[in-house]
C-alpha cells in the first residue's frame, strides 16, 4: 500500500463543504494517474482557513529531505492550488535567487501563498493499491 498526501486548497465556506470538496479532490487525483489504481483509504488529517496557514508560511530553505516530494510540511505527492495539479515533476520553476530550496518547495510555498484567504486548506492522505492487487484478494 502506497501514502499519498495531497495539499487541497478548497473554495473555502465551511468545514463540512471543504471536507466534501476534499474528498472529491483526492478521487480525481488517483482517477488522473497513469496507473490502475484502487483506493484502500483516504482521509484528511490536517484542515485550516488559508489565513491561518498564510501567517505561520515560512520562507523556502534547503532541508534535510532530499526526496523529490519534500516540502516544509513533509512529503507532498500533488498540490491543488485550486485551479490545477502541480506535482515535483510539474511545477513551475523556482525563482533565480533560489536560497537553496527546490522547485517543489517554492510551488508549495507560493500555493500556500497565493491561495484566497478564504479557502481552507486540507492535508489529505490517500492509501492506493495496483487493482490488480485489490482484485486478487
Known sequence: MTRCTLLLITTGG?????????MLLAERYVDALPMDLA????????VAPALRIQEKA???????????????VGPLQAIWNGCRWLTPGSCPPGPLED????EWQWAHYRAVLDA???AIM????IYVIPMSQKLAA
Do not use: H, Q, Y
Not at 483506493?39 to 490536517?46: E, K, L, Q, R
Open 14 to 22: 465551511t468545514g463540512r463543504k471543504a471536507l466534501s470538496e476534499g
Open 39 to 46: 483506493i484502500v483509504d483516504s482521509m484528511p488529517f490536517a
Open 58 to 72: 515560512s520562507f523556502p530553505v534547503p532541508l534535510e529531505d532530499t526526496t523529490s516530494a519534500a516540502t516544509s
Open 99 to 102: 536560497n537553496g530550496a527546490t
Open 116 to 118: 484566497p484567504a478564504e
Open 122 to 125: 486540507l492535508l489529505w492522505d
